[in-house]
């Protein structure tokens, strides 16, 4: 038996993910001491289930595609580089969603609720659906370069796509970095 530690995530069209890797470059110019997402990474993660059983992992798909697929597809806009825990000291710098962060926040609140029934603890925080850019590194530190990249970018418009399903992900993180795997994908309806 091997523990996977598995995710739940929106990915954007190729457009709009190719307009929002544009943004990567210049951020990290700044030379701030950040670990900048590979373009291939860049996703709206939903919820973070942790780690599953690969035995349980059949039930959990289940469990995920008949909470999901009512859900209608909606359109996605993502705007406005933004941090986290505040934009004068990012330790997440990232970009928000626009358009469609109510059907987001619908599906997140729904997923939430299945998944708490099924023995996954809920998010503590408020959900803010965003796409991660970049995390502060051990030792790094934000400067004044980074802070008014960001500002200037603060609506920034990454264009809109429509979503049609959401991906459950698998992560594993080795010394070149993360690899997201998609196990399954729901469609909306």
């Known amino acids: ?3 996977i530690r598995t995710f739940i995530a929106i990915n954007a069209s190729q ?6 890797a544009r943004l990567i470059p210049r951020l990290e110019s700044a030379q701030a001491g ?3 997402v590979e373009d291939e990474n860049l996703v709206i993660q939903l919820n973070s289930v942790g780690m599953v059983r690969d035995t349980e992992l059949p039930e959990l ?16 806009s993502m705007q406005g580089v933004s941090g986290f ?8 710098v990232w970009i928000g969603v626009d358009e469609g962060i109510e059907s987001l926040k ?4 729904t997923l ?3 998944l708490h029934h099924w023995g996954i603890n809920r998010e503590r925080k408020p959900f803010v659906p965003h796409m991660t850019l970049g995390r502060l590194d051990r030792g790094g530190r934000w400067n004044d370069p980074l802070l008014e990249k960001m ?5 920034h418009d990454s264009g809109f796509c429509t979503v049609s399903e959401i991906t459950v992900y698998s992560s594993y993180q080795d010394r070149s970095g993360l690899t997201y795997t998609p196990m399954a994908r729901v469609q909306l309806a």
């Open 1 to 3: 038996m091997a523990d």
């Open 34 to 36: 950040y670990r900048w």
């Open 151 to 155: 500002h200037r970018l603060r609506s």
């Open 61 to 76: 798909l289940k469990l995920i595609k008949e909470t999901v697929e009512p859900f209608p597809r909606f359109e996605l």
């Open 112 to 114: 939430a609720d299945a």
């Open 106 to 109: 619908a599906i997140y609140d």
């Open 85 to 92: 825990p505040s934009e004068e000291e990012p330790r997440v």
């Open 15 to 20: 457009r709009v993910t190719n307009n929002v």
